[in-house]
């Protein structure tokens, strides 16, 4: 396709267009091509396989090992070959669950030790022509844990699933792991203890690219949940039967989801008519009963197409990469073309069609206007030149009705210019292999499917849209100013971030409505990664310093309570009302310690304490109490008895005498109700088993001999076990 830089440069840059918007329109240039499934039978002694994956590019299966610190090839032909063999790992760990991620090269391993061997789940990345190891990421944890299935995503980002914590651990790219996803809906649902492997609880994993979510299967209750890729959130996939010990999961191309099961010996089909809201098992099939089947996969064309559309992907967007694929296919001799299309899975009759509408044009460029165009190129996909602005300029020209802004959040995707609905860029898409979203788009056409997609997507230069003729309809300065910016908020503490978020994110879910409401704007969003100890912020920019500030000022007031922060205690045992209680801080410190059986806590009554703002609560009480709170329990709402349906909770203050102030304020008017409030006799939360030994301290005496003296207060029978020691 000829592009170069005479006088009539702009026709054949039109031309170009012309051609690119041929090449989106016609028959696909990637093809699906169906292939009959067969047996394969392989040996291998002592091999025992947990999962299975398939490498498209190299057109084989591959295999972990329970017993060996190995990963191994296995032809059609049943031929097997060790491809990894890594002896570096600890001793006697196990290759669990394994994916391929064709766009990065490479094999992704989980690894995990058994009992009784010490503690060890980490992701290995292995290059898959190399074999070389290309990180080892440990996988965090500060319980007992079982790294058991992995999925990639388009981005190269993994999702590696804990059966026994029953939470999802994300690695990125470059090897850096962090709890991504501990859904209470993961831990909702009744576990039959009694069962096999009822500790197996989160298992097969599976990514699907076209809604950019993770279908997982819980083995000892039989559900499937959904994943939100981005945030984690999850929800309950209701399906018209629960499935028997599920393990392995895969998403095939026609949508269809496969599941099997080593306990039933079964294999699943589930589909859905709503993106995963609902699901039906339409079949199912009896797998052979010797067998222990674990894992399944789809080794569907479509993603060798995807693998090998990557090499002509070009980072301004779909256009290009399809011009890119026909520069190349015209460049082959006559009798190569055939074979290169097959090799590379495009359709050779949609670039026959292509070049016979561009002699089309050309001859017609010729005929009518006298305008020759020269047969080379000028325009080369690898070297950034003019050519690719100018050919931006016409592809907006040509496409000025198809404008989109991304919107500054990944939720959110990009705001067509012209219905200012909200839409995601299409997993195919060309942009997503570089893992970018320009800020300005063009579009040849929206897909409404389960979701709405921009397809055939092209960068364009901000400045060029001022430069529209005629000027475009939607206002540019106006659509720019709404786009939501981002501020990062870092240095805190994984404490103070989960005070912040709360119980379920309800503390954050709370304070993102109040930031919300006082800028009038409900796409403002509050992101908070415990494991990264940051915050980052998502708002227009005129906004930003009062999301800021609000944000800011809630920090302050949690860090103002942790500093603060106390636990109460009997100081030995017996009834809560006869022990004297002792408040302890950070490091054990006692802050006070009351002998005289003074109360220092209140319990709040409200006759409506979901109206509550519990933070508006704790500083009407600081400020009318001129105390310092040390501790706060708030009741829950469910299972209370009648009597208890209006306690809010519990504030236990650093004094007998603040304590006191705010039985003071019973009968107070806050947020349209009359305050009740009433001394606790209770130790903090109610619970009276908690005891002095949960509080304990070494102590050193001195070498030298000292006029110094120390008193130790016990129980008068525990005097000859304190002494003795």
């Known amino acids: 396709m000829p592009i170069h830089s005479s006088n009539h440069s702009l026709t054949s840059y039109t031309t170009v267009v012309v051609l690119l918007l041929f090449l989106q329109t016609s028959t696909p240039i990637i093809k699906a091509l169906a292939e009959n499934s067969h047996v394969i039978n392989f040996q291998s002694p002592n091999l025992y396989p947990e999962s299975l994956a398939w490498d498209p590019l190299k057109q084989h299966f591959l295999v972990g090992s329970l017993c060996h610190r190995t990963i191994s090839s296995i032809s059609d032909a049943g031929i097997i070959e060790t491809l990894i063999s890594d002896t570096s790992l600890?001793?006697?760990?196990?290759?669990?669950?394994?994916?391929?991620?064709?766009?990065?090269?490479?094999?992704?391993?989980?690894?995990?030790?058994?009992?009784?061997?010490?503690?060890?789940?980490?992701?290995?990345?292995?290059?898959?022509?190399?074999?070389?190891?290309?990180?080892?990421?440990?996988?965090?944890?500060?319980?007992?844990?079982?790294?058991?299935?992995?999925?990639?995503?388009?981005?190269?980002?993994?999702?590696?699933?804990?059966?026994?914590?029953?939470?999802?651990?994300?690695?990125?790219?470059?090897?850096?792991?962090?709890?991504?996803?501990?859904?209470?809906?993961?831990?909702?649902?009744?576990?039959?203890?009694?069962?096999?492997?009822?500790?197996?609880?989160?298992?097969?994993?599976?990514?699907?690219?076209?809604?950019?979510?993770?279908?997982?299967?819980?083995s000892n209750t039989g559900k499937v949940f959904k994943v939100d890729a981005d945030d984690g959130t999850a929800r309950h996939i209701l399906l018209n039967e629960d499935l028997t010990r599920p393990d392995g999961v895969v998403f095939r191309s026609d949508g269809v989801v496969l599941v099997v099961s080593?306990?039933?010996?079964?294999?699943?089909?589930?589909?859905?008519?709503?993106?995963?809201?609902?699901?039906?098992?339409?079949?199912?099939?009896?797998?052979?009963?010797?067998?222990?089947?674990?894992?399944?996969?789809?080794?569907?064309?479509?993603?060798?197409?995807?693998?090998?559309?990557?090499?002509?992907c070009h980072s301004d967007g779909d256009l290009f990469t399809l011009l890119s694929v026909y520069k190349e296919w015209e460049a082959l001799p006559q009798e190569r073309r055939n074979k290169w299309c097959w090799e590379n899975s495009i359709n050779a009759k949609s670039m026959r069609r292509c070049q016979d509408t561009v002699f089309e044009l050309e001859s017609f460029l010729e005929r009518e206007h006298g305008f020759v165009v020269p047969s080379y190129w000028r325009w080369d996909p690898h070297t950034p030149s003019v050519h690719d602005k100018n050919m931006k300029k016409v592809i907006l020209a040509s496409l000025s009705e198809n404008?989109?802004?991304?919107?500054?959040?990944?939720?959110?995707?990009?705001?067509?210019?012209?219905?200012?609905?909200?839409?995601?860029?299409?997993?195919?898409?060309s942009l997503l292999v570089f893992a970018q979203k320009p800020s300005w788009v063009v579009?040849?056409?929206?897909?409404?499917?389960?979701?709405?997609?921009?397809?055939?997507?092209?960068?364009?230069?901000?400045?060029?849209?001022?430069?529209?003729?005629?000027?475009?309809?939607?206002?540019?300065?106006?659509?720019?100013?709404?786009?939501?910016?981002?501020?990062?908020?870092?240095?805190?503490?994984?404490?103070?971030?989960?005070?912040?978020?709360?119980?379920?994110?309800?503390?954050?879910?709370?304070?993102?409505?109040?930031?919300?409401?006082?800028?009038?704007?409900?796409?403002?969003?509050?992101?908070?990664?415990?494991?990264?100890?940051?915050?980052?912020?998502?708002?227009?920019?005129?906004?930003?310093?009062?999301?800021?500030?609000?944000?800011?000022?809630?920090?302050?007031?949690?860090?103002?309570?942790?500093?603060?922060?106390?636990?109460?205690?009997?100081?030995?045992?017996?009834?809560?009302?006869?022990?004297?209680?002792?408040?302890?801080?950070?490091?054990?410190?006692?802050?006070?310690?009351?002998?005289?059986?003074?109360?220092?806590?209140?319990d709040v009554y409200h006759s409506n304490i979901n109206a509550i703002d519990d933070k508006e609560l704790l500083m009407f009480f600081e400020k009318n109490t001129s105390g310092s709170i040390c501790a706060v329990y708030k009741f829950q709402g469910m299972g209370k008895d009648p009597p208890d349906r209006e306690k809010w909770g519990k504030i236990t203050f650093l004094s007998p005498d603040a304590a006191k102030r705010a039985v003071e304020l019973d009968g107070d008017e806050f947020c349209g109700s009359n305050l009740k409030i009433l001394p606790s006799q209770s130790a903090m939360g109610g619970d009276k088993t908690f005891l002095f030994p949960e509080v304990k301290a070494r102590i050193f005496w001195p070498r030298r001999l000292s006029r110094g003296f120390g008193i130790v207060i016990c129980d008068k029978n525990d005097v000859n076990i304190e002494w003795s020691g």
């Not at 831990?187 to 699907?208: K, Q």
């Not at 569907?300 to 693998?307: A, E, H, N, Q, T």
């Open 403 to 429: 404008v989109a802004m991304f919107f500054g959040r990944n939720q959110l995707g990009y705001e067509v210019a012209q219905t200012g609905q909200h839409v995601q860029l299409h997993p195919s898409s």
């Open 262 to 312: 080593p306990q039933a010996n079964k294999l699943w089909l589930l589909k859905s008519n709503n993106g995963w809201r609902e699901g039906v098992v339409y079949d199912k099939i009896d797998l052979e009963s010797e067998g222990y089947p674990t894992s399944v996969v789809s080794r569907g064309r479509d993603k060798i197409s995807d693998c090998l559309k990557v090499q002509f």
């Open 443 to 602: 579009f040849g056409d929206l897909l409404s499917v389960s979701n709405e997609y921009l397809v055939c997507v092209s960068a364009v230069e901000f400045q060029s849209l001022y430069d529209l003729q005629p000027p475009p309809s939607f206002d540019v300065s106006k659509m720019e100013e709404r786009k939501l910016q981002t501020k990062t908020l870092t240095g805190f503490g994984t404490i103070l971030l989960k005070r912040f978020c709360g119980k379920s994110n309800s503390n954050l879910l709370h304070h993102v409505s109040r930031i919300r409401k006082a800028c009038l704007d409900e796409r403002i969003f509050v992101e908070v990664k415990v494991d990264e100890n940051l915050i980052q912020l998502y708002n227009a920019s005129h906004d930003m310093n009062t999301a800021t500030m609000l944000v800011s000022d809630v920090l302050e007031y949690e860090k103002k309570r942790l500093r603060a922060e106390c636990m109460e205690k009997c100081l030995y045992h017996g009834s809560s009302s006869a022990s004297p209680m002792a408040l302890f801080g950070s490091g054990a410190e006692i802050k006070h310690l009351e002998l005289e059986k003074h109360s220092l806590s209140v």
């Open 90 to 218: 600890p001793e006697n760990v196990t290759v669990v669950g394994i994916t391929v991620d064709s766009r990065n090269n490479r094999v992704l391993a989980v690894i995990h030790a058994v009992k009784p061997l010490p503690p060890f789940n980490a992701l290995a990345a292995y290059d898959l022509k190399s074999g070389n190891r290309l990180f080892l990421s440990p996988l965090p944890t500060d319980e007992e844990a079982l790294a058991n299935n992995v999925a990639v995503d388009y981005n190269g980002n993994a999702y590696v699933t804990n059966s026994i914590g029953n939470y999802i651990w994300k690695v990125n790219v470059k090897g850096e792991a962090s709890i991504f996803s501990k859904s209470p809906r993961f831990t909702e649902h009744p576990v039959d203890r009694d069962t096999p492997y009822s500790y197996i609880g989160l298992n097969g994993i599976a990514y699907v690219s076209s809604g950019d979510y993770l279908l997982v299967v819980q």
